[in-house]
């Protein structure tokens, strides 16, 4: 729990905004990779906040590697639905 506290926290601090939840998370060889959800815009209403995925790579000792946003999206609305 720690690595994800530090990657939130390092991922602030490089970007200016706060990680809202993670939503991914694995152990690889080099360290961690992790998929976190920012809040890049705020809107009124609520669900129509701008969203975004950032995908965070970690060394071993839980310090940030790596970063880049992959996706923004409205708070409100779903994944697509995959065949």
């Given at each position: 729990?720690?690595?994800?506290?530090?990657?939130?926290?390092?991922?602030?601090?490089?970007?200016?905004?706060?990680?809202?939840?993670?939503?991914?998370?694995?152990?690889?060889?080099?360290?961690?990779?992790?998929?976190?959800?920012?809040?890049?815009?705020?809107?009124?209403?609520d669900?129509?906040?701008?969203?975004?995925?950032?995908?965070?790579?970690?060394?071993?000792?839980?310090?940030?590697?790596?970063?880049?946003?992959?996706?923004r999206?409205?708070?409100?609305?779903?994944?697509?639905?995959?065949?």
């Amino acid at each position: 729990m720690e690595v994800l506290r530090q990657a939130r926290g390092q991922l602030a601090e490089l970007t200016g905004m706060e990680a809202e939840s993670v939503s991914s998370f694995e152990q690889t060889e080099e360290g961690w990779a992790l998929e976190v959800e920012v809040l890049e815009l705020e809107r009124v209403p609520d669900t129509m906040s701008l969203m975004a995925s950032y995908q965070v790579e970690l060394d071993a000792n839980g310090q940030l590697t790596g970063y880049r946003r992959v996706r923004r999206y409205e708070r409100g609305r779903a994944d697509a639905r995959r065949s």
